[in-house]
């Protein structure tokens, strides 16, 4: 019976500590990585990439040979009087001949056709690096994909550690606040303060309690979208809350931008690169193409006897002939002379269209950049303020409680200085959620993350 307790009492803790062990507490890097592998947006993109990559292949397939077969063996009519031509795969034709008298004849025929485009003046050659292009634009896509997805989920981040701290800011005050209604009954049973103080910190009290519950309810719902972003459902996984008031001095500084790598103009590059190969092959479509062509067919028939009547399906292989077609081909659409400088226009509009668009992804990539770069510069010291002012107000609060709980101050008094206490904590939780923000932007701009991965590991 007491081993039969103990497993019992083992199984029990198991079960109640498996929620715990459950939930992973995973860093922004972590939150990164889990988002790559299942967020559906970046599967799409990836599926785009393995398609273009296909479709390079199989423009560079276009320039092989093209060789069909085709074999037949009928039986039918062979009435020659008028002529018959039946327009079925395969060859089956007979001429006029009163003469013949046959009823039926058997029919075998059988050829392979060779068709190579051999020379295009340059056209598959611009069809394939146009190709590239897209599989450059594809790869690129992706990676702006991924830099988007690490903008978006960072600020969920951020959001989520503001708002716990938020919350936490609110319990503070509520703990302070209930410190408040216990030293405000024992001053009531001294005599020392009158009965109201107690129904006013009831009411600050409930007023703090209602402001923790509203930050509660805000962290739990940032939760919930931050799980979109990563694929798992919130309850399984945690984050971890260090570093929100991390030492500015890891930040990055101003340095030379340089923007040639940055995806979202590697993107744009690659479309305007799509765009003028595009142009190169309109400019070729003027031009003829050249080809080899080559040939060879087994045709049988046994019609050599006028006398036989009726034929059988082996008499098509009793005289087989053989022959053969080798030589060059020209084809050239004449069309194309009337309509080439139409072509040529459009792609060129389309070389400025997409000439333009990097031009302003560039733009708006520098002044993200540089306006982000000021307003750090400017946080850091709003930062190193609020956070002495911070300072300042709660060794005031702490001097102002001591003496309040001696009677020498009245409680108004000390819920004023409570108040610049509580606004001075929440004015720097804003102004480091404020300053992360703005480094989130700058991080977007340089298309680099890693100081911040380094920050919240």
């Not at 708002?163 to 030293?183: C, F, G, P, Y």
């Amino acid at each position: 019976m007491v081993y039969k307790n103990m497993l019992v009492w083992c199984v029990v803790c198991l079960v109640g500590r498996a929620p715990l062990q459950a939930q992973d507490s995973l860093s922004l890097m972590q939150l990164w990585e889990k988002s790559f592998e299942n967020y559906p947006g970046l599967k799409a993109d990836k599926a785009v990439l393995q398609q273009a990559t296909i479709d390079q292949r199989l423009t560079q397939n276009q320039y092989l040979p093209q060789l069909q077969f085709q074999a037949q063996s009928t039986v039918g009519s062979y009435q020659g009087t008028s002529a018959a031509f039946f327009p079925l795969p395969g060859f089956f034709n007979v001429n006029g001949n009163a003469s013949s008298i046959t009823q039926s004849a058997t029919n075998l025929v059988s050829s392979a056709i060779l068709n190579w485009e051999f020379f295009r003046f340059g056209r598959h050659k611009k069809s394939v690096e146009a190709i590239q292009a897209q599989v450059e634009q594809a790869s690129a896509s992706l990676d702006a994909e991924q830099l988007h997805i690490q903008s978006k989920l960072t600020q969920t981040y951020i959001n989520l550690l503001y708002h716990q701290q938020m919350s936490k800011w609110a319990a503070n005050n509520s703990q302070r606040i209930e410190n408040l209604l216990e030293v405000t009954r024992s001053l009531a049973q001294s005599g020392l303060s009158a009965g109201a103080d107690s129904l006013l910190i009831k009411s600050s009290h409930l007023q703090a309690k209602a402001e923790q519950e509203n930050w509660d309810g805000k962290s739990k719902a940032t939760k919930i979208i931050l799980s979109k972003w990563v694929g798992s459902p919130e309850e399984s996984f945690s984050v971890k809350q260090n570093n929100f008031f991390a030492s500015l001095s890891a930040l990055p500084v101003e340095r030379e931008l340089n923007l040639e790598s940055h995806p979202l103009l590697q993107m744009k590059h690659a479309q305007k690169n799509y765009a003028e190969k595009q142009y190169e092959i309109a400019r070729r479509r003027i031009f003829p193409s050249v080809s080899l062509l080559a040939g060879v067919q087994l045709k049988g028939n046994a019609l050599v006897n006028e006398e036989v009547n009726n034929e059988s399906w082996t008499d098509a292989y009793r005289s087989p002939t053989h022959n053969y077609l080798v030589g060059l081909g020209l084809s050239w659409n004449l069309n194309h002379l009337y309509d080439q400088k139409l072509f040529n226009s459009r792609y060129l509009e389309q070389i400025s269209i997409q000439e333009a668009a990097w031009e302003e992804e560039k733009l708006m990539l520098g002044t993200q950049y540089y306006s982000s770069l000021q307003q750090i510069k400017r946080q850091r010291e709003r930062i190193e303020d609020v956070d002495q002012a911070y300072q300042n107000a709660l060794q005031a609060y702490e001097l102002f409680e001591v003496r309040y709980s001696s009677g020498l101050i009245s409680l108004t008094e000390l819920l004023q200085i409570q108040q610049i206490l509580q606004q001075a904590d929440k004015s720097r939780v804003q102004a480091h959620y404020e300053y992360w923000i703005t480094v989130i932007a700058f991080a977007e701009a340089q298309a680099d993350f890693s100081n911040l991965a380094d920050i919240f590991q």
